[in-house]
């Protein structure tokens, strides 16, 4: 198990100190005209990761690249204007370009650091095997077994819960094709240790026939080997357990083998379910 101890203490800070980076950048562009374009690059390096986590939050994007390049020569081009300023024209003191640096530096470990999980794939959930034996409850503490879905191609979703933006935009993506889904027999289970309560919003908010499963304490999580101990932020959902599960896509045929398995190893990067239903319409699972 991967514990994310460090990393649910960094992105409120990392993002609160961005934003008073951008502000104070901004005020001094407009006090000091000898220093305002390195003030600019500073206020422009400032930029990206408020922008990004902004956009996760509120604008219900499934996924993102990697290493969000497009970003990463924003911050890049704030820095080398605050050097420019510095080195070459002379006119700016070292307080701009280190505001540029602080802010790169915090956006480039939100992007290289705290978005990976640094993970092994599980073995247990890797494509030719038997989907393990799960019995677990619904938030209305209806059981589901494994071996209910025999007999049809099924999507498991284990997600971190209601308070993750890329998770939520995940399951409305597969929500608003659940017709598709029915039509192909595909069963669909969203599995999460987040409270019943929690569950119940969710499934009362797509109203799906989807199974909302509870993995209380993680239990099923940390047999497959997909916990993750202290992976809510602090500060980011105060009703929610610390501990979570690492976002994994598993999808079985009718015989209940695996045929896809995505055990992502950064959270902003997420199947599309035309990837899988590709793949169980290629296997001859469900019909072209």
């Known amino acids: ?28 562009a407009f006090v000091r005209d000898d220093e305002r374009v390195a003030w600019l690059g500073a206020a422009l390096a400032s930029v990206p990761l408020p922008l990004i986590v902004g956009r996760l939050m509120w604008m219900q994007v499934a996924r993102t690249s990697d290493h969000l390049p497009m970003l990463m020569f924003v911050a890049a081009t704030g820095v080398m204007a605050a050097v420019w300023e510095k080195f070459v024209e002379g006119t700016a003191g070292w307080l701009p370009l280190a505001a540029a640096l602080a802010s790169t530096a915090l956006f480039a470990l939100y992007t290289f650091w705290y978005s990976t999980f640094g993970r092994y794939d599980s073995p247990v959930l890797s494509v030719g095997n038997k989907l393990p034996d799960i019995e677990l409850p619904d938030y209305r503490g209806q059981v589901h077994r494994s071996a209910d879905l025999l007999g049809n191609p099924a999507v498991l979703l284990f997600y971190r819960g209601n308070w993750c933006p890329l998770c939520m935009a995940q399951i409305s993506e597969i929500a608003a094709r659940y017709r598709e889904f029915a039509g192909l027999g595909i069963k669909v289970w969203l599995i999460s240790p987040q409270p019943d309560a929690m569950s119940r919003v969710l499934a009362e908010r797509y109203d799906v026939p989807f199974g909302f499963l509870v993995d209380k304490d993680n239990v099923l999580a940390t047999e497959l080997e997909i916990a993750q101990p ?29 045929v896809f398995s995505d055990q992502t190893d950064n959270y902003r990067v997420r199947p599309e379910p035309d990837v899988f239903l590709a793949i169980l ?6 019909a072209r």
């Open 1 to 28: 198990m991967i514990n994310a101890k460090y990393k649910s203490f960094f992105i409120l800070p990392a993002v609160v100190i961005s934003i008073m980076i951008l502000i104070g950048a901004l005020i001094m």
């Open 230 to 258: 202290n992976g809510v932020p602090a500060g980011f959902a105060r009703d929610y357990p610390s501990d979570t599960v690492l976002p994994t896509l598993v999808v079985t045929g009718p015989s209940g083998t695996i």
């Open 281 to 286: 319409r290629r296997s001859g699972v469900v």
